[in-house]
Structure formats: structure tokens, C-alpha cells
């Protein structure tokens, strides 16, 4: 295949995939044009596989560079469009940011990923400590407009879509949560967060919320 004649972005992106939904609200917050091309991950297409070795989404093509995993394609899009700035200037706050969003890749969407595919028994425990976990961070979440932040980051881009998708998951946060509801409901709101959630799924989830 070749790559380099394209002249737009193309997002590889399975449609209720939470990376994918990552990378979209980013390319949606830069407002960069880009085409998306939904993909069943268990079904990859020829071109997919061609263009990523493990077959996986969301993949960025981006002229010649084809890049996958999320983290990797966030970080690309901040440094090749610096605005607005989606990490910190300073390296320790840069740094801080990392590696919160590692955690919420090793301490939440693992537990995602359980209730998704594991035993009914399983998933209602990591429901329960997904809640749980949630819950405890509500005065984090109460103490400034974005997580740990005044601006709109990275990191806020990881965590939108494991709120939204708390329904689709069984999961109804209590009302000691409720700084945590109040911050899902204005990343919801944002333009970015929509675009980035794809047409198809916006509007088969939307009442959901």
C-alpha cells in the first residue's frame, strides 16, 4: 500500500474502542482534518494489517508515518500541532502527566477490560472497584476544572471515555462521586469530546447518558 499520497490524516478506529476515542478527541481538540475508517478489531482489514504489525487500533496514518498506541499518538499530535498545548511546558509536570496517564491505562481500563470479557463474577467486582476507585478521587476531581489541572490535557483526553462509557459498562456512580459526574459532564460537553467520540457512536449512545 502506498501511504504517501494521502493527503489528509486517516484514523484506523474501532467505533466503541476507548484508545481510539483517545486519539480522536486530541485530533478533534487541534482541530485537524482527518478521515476515519472504522474497524472491527477482531476483524482487521488488508490495509490494517499492512500498516500495523499487531493489527490493532487506533492506527494514525499520517503521510509517510504510521504510528499505533494511543499514548504514542497523542504525544505526536501535541508536539506537531502545539496548539493549544494538550502537556505541561515543564518537564516534572510533563512527567506527572505521563505517568498519570499510565496509571489510568494499568489501573482503569484493565478493569474495563475485565468487565467487558471476563466471568460474570469477575466483572462485577472490577465494576465495584471501579467504582470504588472513582469514588475515593472525588475531591481530586473536585479541586479544579480539568484533572489536577485549569487546562484541558492529555490526561482529561484518557479519562472522558471511560466516564461516558460507565452506563454501557453497569456502572451508576454514587452520590459521593459527584464531582466526578459534574467533571464528566463538562468534558462532555466540549466540541472536541463529540467529534472525537465518532458520528456512529455519539449517536447510538447518546441516550445513554
Given at each position: 500500500m502506498t501511504i504517501g499520497n494521502r493527503s489528509v490524516m486517516v484514523l484506523y478506529s474501532g467505533v466503541t474502542d476507548l484508545y481510539s476515542h483517545q486519539v480522536g478527541v486530541?485530533?478533534?481538540?487541534?482541530?485537524?482534518?482527518?478521515?476515519?475508517?472504522?474497524?472491527?478489531?477482531?476483524?482487521?482489514?488488508?490495509?490494517?494489517?499492512?500498516?500495523?504489525?499487531?493489527?490493532?487500533?487506533?492506527?494514525?496514518?499520517?503521510?509517510?508515518?504510521?504510528?499505533?498506541?494511543?499514548?504514542?499518538?497523542?504525544?505526536?499530535?501535541?508536539?506537531?500541532?502545539?496548539?493549544?498545548?494538550?502537556?505541561?511546558?515543564?518537564?516534572?509536570?510533563?512527567?506527572?502527566?505521563?505517568?498519570?496517564?499510565?496509571?489510568?491505562?494499568?489501573?482503569?481500563?484493565?478493569?474495563?477490560?475485565?468487565?467487558?470479557?471476563?466471568?460474570?463474577?469477575?466483572?462485577?467486582?472490577?465494576?465495584?472497584?471501579l467504582t470504588d476507585s472513582l469514588t475515593v478521587l472525588n475531591p481530586v476531581f473536585a479541586d479544579q476544572p480539568y484533572f489536577l489541572s485549569k487546562n484541558f490535557s492529555l490526561v482529561d483526553c484518557c479519562i472522558a471515555p471511560l466516564l461516558w462509557r460507565l452506563p454501557a459498562l453497569g456502572i451508576t456512580l454514587p452520590p459521593q462521586a459527584q464531582a466526578v459526574i459534574d467533571y464528566g459532564e463538562r468534558i462532555f460537553t466540549r466540541n472536541s469530546f463529540k467529534v472525537g467520540l465518532m458520528d456512529i457512536e455519539y449517536d447510538t449512545e447518546e441516550d445513554d447518558i
Open positions: 486530541v485530533l478533534a481538540e487541534k482541530a485537524i482534518t482527518f478521515d476515519v475508517i472504522a474497524v472491527d478489531p477482531l476483524n482487521p482489514t488488508e490495509d490494517l494489517i499492512e500498516l500495523n504489525p499487531y493489527n490493532t487500533v487506533p492506527t494514525l496514518v499520517d503521510a509517510d508515518l504510521v504510528l499505533y498506541e494511543s499514548l504514542i499518538i497523542m504525544e505526536y499530535l501535541d508536539e506537531r500541532f502545539p496548539h493549544p498545548p494538550l502537556l505541561p511546558v515543564y518537564p516534572t509536570a510533563r512527567a506527572k502527566n505521563r505517568l498519570m496517564m499510565h496509571r489510568i491505562k494499568q489501573d482503569w481500563y484493565s478493569l474495563v477490560h475485565t468487565i467487558e470479557n471476563a466471568s460474570k463474577e469477575a466483572a462485577e467486582q472490577a465494576r465495584k472497584k
